[in-house]
């Protein structure tokens, strides 16, 4: 276990590699600072933290996912000039805010140190970083991967098979959402036109009412089964 002297917080050994790669990362690019960006591609890089095993989750579309993020990183941010830099080297005032946010999630979520996933939470939450460009360009937002803290997912790799479940039914969710919502527009119009307004919008309110209990109903039973499968806590 690894603790930052500032802030006296535990970082996993997982958390601590991230943002050695992210070191790594920024020499590489010949650059003379860490910034968000290079603590995403360290995630990345590292690749067996929850961290970047929500991300593979998210952006299954894309074949290689650090080739991804590299390319659209390169796209925002220049290489420096050809001096390498050798050494530890500083972090950015956004990138500071990152850690200083990852530590925020960890102690709200009462966990015992920083883990990879609480990295994640901090790049997207410093949203005006690269490191949140890039993943928000990738269509990677912050609410959606709260979902999964709010699961309490452990960075145990025993656990990350299970994040596909989640995923599943976190779509299933969006999809009956969706379904949902296209059943009420339909009713709205419906109910707007013919001499029997008032009746079929009675019954619409009707309809809709029992809609929002099965959907509740079914979001219920989904986190139901979910915790059944993950009781533990961060």
Known sequence: MYYDKISGRKFTDRSRKVLQLANQEAQRLNHEYIGSEHILLGLVKEGGGIGCKILDIELKHFKSLIGE?????????????????????????????????????????????????????????????????????????????????????????EKIDQIAVIRARKEEIDARKKIDQNTESSLRILAGSGSRKKEIELDSIRILSRIKEIVEKHERDCLSEIREILPDEL
């Open 69 to 157: 993020i590299r390319s659209e990183i390169e796209k925002l941010v220049q290489k420096g000039p050809d001096i390498v830099i050798m050494g530890k080297l500083p972090f950015t005032p956004r990138a500071k805010k990152v850690i200083e946010y990852a530590e925020d999630t960890a102690r709200t979520r009462k966990a015992d140190a920083v883990n990879t996933f609480h990295l994640l939470i901090g790049i997207l939450r410093e949203n005006e970083g690269v490191g949140a460009r890039v993943l928000n360009n990738l269509g990677v937002g912050i609410v959606g991967i709260e979902l999964y803290g709010d699961l309490k997912i452990l960075d145990q790799e």
